[in-house]
């Protein structure tokens, strides 16, 4: 029995209620004019421009000139793009006699501008860390690079400073960042072990900052945070300082390192305010930023490294961003945690003994309340958290530095003096003497210990990085390439078979089918579902091809 179907409210009102309402509504808008007469017409504020007494002043002026000067370009030619695609448009439609194999080829043309536009936007972001990466380098007198404390030779990359060495009179300077998360004793060590190879500063960034672009409101004086002091400032200063008198111009300082060793903080620290972006996730710094500290000295700030995949599941766990990087948190955490001393995790974390990275993880996430529905353990979620801990700025571990001194291939005897020469060395070490008193390090009992697997591959050519694509994208690419076979071969005749049947395997094949099928196995393994978004797009792609012969018939 069907229910019957309810009436729904009528609108209708008395005369009286609606003449009532278009009063109140007139004495409302009555209302607002006299107000808006009252305030009067704000004259809009002008720009007052660059002060006289601003640094910079005409360099500025300079790029908000071409900044212009590309933005009227870029519109002049997006607006001829545009009348081109409409007087394509307009031929079209004036030319309805024209025969259906011309209107196929237009229809192609216009599919390769936007096959090739929808390439550029889907640029891979690890050739645009190359870029700028390059950029940078080649912009620099002075490249600083920023190592984590915890794991020094782990921050280094040879791929990159072999490109410094290459580039010519180039200095090449190491920063020990995050060194208040190591013992005093393992510093000094670091300290006395790199200072043989490069000039070496030991710093540690200030990462409470205030942000001069947003306006804070402070009730009461609250006690300074121990984040905030910042120490070996004066000392990278006098280092920069000494080498910029002995150069006689204004120097480029060029910032560089793997994700989350500190890039941004260091250059907020220098300029004592929060200008470059900074966070607890990685890989945040996307292209090059110019930063300048004083009239003779100006720094760039630019992207991370790039981790070559052959590198350990160590090296590429602790200095993959995931922005770009697709990592897997379990397979993280379990290289971390068997790089680690188990006894000293044990008490750093207070778990029971384990004899698996799942049993630490199921104790980890009991004694850190992460559930599950159930009340089962979330063991990926305390992967997640032993990652993120690990990777941040604030568990603290060490690595020992190897016994011996042994140059990397990169360097020779020649290339050390020279990149030492400008430098005030003595100052230099005064300075880090002087750091290392200042830096409040942990106990070396209370650290954990943490065996490192020495120097990381980068890559460092955008030719390196086109074969690393992902399987995912590979085949997407096939998918494409099948798709363009297709309707090149197709015929208008065949459309209403295809489109009634587009999934039956017919005796008479198309060609683009047969050329999906003679596709190597191996690119259809990876995802079985490649040949049928293949089949899908083909028949999207015949469809469009029907509508349009159908609309244009003589």
Request: a positive charge.
């Amino acid at each position: 029995m069907k229910r019957p179907k309810l009436k729904k409210a009528s609108k209708r009102m008395t005369c009286h209620k609606r003449y009532k309402i278009q009063k109140k509504v007139r004495e409302h808008h009555r209302k607002l004019r006299k107000e808006a007469k009252k305030r009067g017409r704000k004259k809009p504020r002008k720009d007052p421009g660059v002060p006289n007494s601003a640094p910079f002043k005409e360099a500025l002026l300079r790029e908000a000139e071409l900044r212009k000067q590309q933005l009227e370009e870029l519109k002049q030619e997006q607006k001829l793009e545009r009348q081109k695609e409409q007087g394509k448009k307009r031929k079209l439609e004036t030319d309805i006699g024209v025969e259906l194999s011309n209107m196929k080829s237009v229809k192609e043309e216009f599919g390769q501008c936007k096959a090739k536009k929808a390439k550029a936007s889907r640029q891979n972001p690890k050739r645009l860390y190359c870029q700028e990466l390059k950029k940078v380098i080649e912009a620099s007198d002075v490249v600083l690079e920023v190592l984590d404390a915890r794991d020094p030779l782990g921050c280094r990359c040879p791929q990159v400073e072999e490109a410094i060495v290459k580039g010519g009179q180039k200095k090449l300077v190491l920063v020990l960042n995050k060194s208040d998360l190591v013992p005093k004793e393992n510093l000094e060590n670091w300290l006395s072990y790199l200072k043989k190879e490069l000039p070496t500063v030991v710093f540690k960034a200030s990462t409470n900052l205030k942000d001069k672009r947003k306006r804070i409101e402070v009730k009461k004086k609250a006690a300074p945070f121990k984040s905030e002091v910042c120490v070996g400032k004066e000392g990278l200063w006098k280092l920069l300082g000494s080498f910029q008198e002995t150069y006689g111009k204004a120097i480029h300082v060029g910032v560089i390192g793997f994700p989350n060793v500190g890039k941004s903080s260091i250059i907020n620290s220098l300029k004592q305010e929060r200008i470059c972006n900074v966070g607890v996730s990685m890989g945040l710094t996307r292209c090059m930023q110019v930063v300048p500290l004083d009239k003779q000295i100006t720094i760039i700030d630019s992207p991370s490294f790039i981790v070559s995949p052959l590198n350990s599941a160590i090296a590429l766990a602790l200095r993959s961003p995931a922005s770009i990087e697709v990592v897997k948190p379990m397979e993280a955490a379990s290289a971390i945690l068997s790089h680690a001393d188990a006894r000293q995790v044990v008490l750093k974390f207070t778990v029971p003994d384990f004899k698996n990275s799942l049993e630490f993880f199921t104790s980890f996430a009991q004694r850190r309340g992460l559930h599950q529905k159930g009340g089962n353990p979330n063991v990926e979620g305390a992967a997640k958290l032993l990652w993120s801990e690990w990777t941040g700025a604030s568990l603290g571990y060490y690595c020992h530095p190897p016994t011996s001194w042994t140059p990397p291939p990169h360097f020779n005897e020649s290339i050390v003096t020279d990149m030492k020469q400008g430098f005030n060395l003595e100052e230099l070490e005064k300075n880090n003497a002087h750091s290392i008193q200042a830096i409040r390090g942990p106990r070396l009992a209370s650290s954990i210990l943490f065996q490192s697997t020495g120097l990381t591959n980068g890559v460092i050519e955008e030719k390196d990085i086109s074969e690393e694509l992902p399987k995912q994208k590979e085949q997407k690419q096939e998918g494409e390439d099948c798709e363009d076979v297709n309707t090149d071969q197709e015929s208008v005749d065949e459309e209403g078979d295809t489109r009634a049947v587009p999934q039956e395997k017919s005796s008479d094949m198309s060609p683009a089918e047969e050329a999906c099928k003679a596709l190597p196995e191996e690119s259809q393994a990876g995802e079985q579902s490649a040949p049928s978004l293949v089949l899908d797009k083909m028949t999207e792609e015949e469809d469009d091809a029907y509508d349009f012969s159908t609309d244009y018939v003589p």
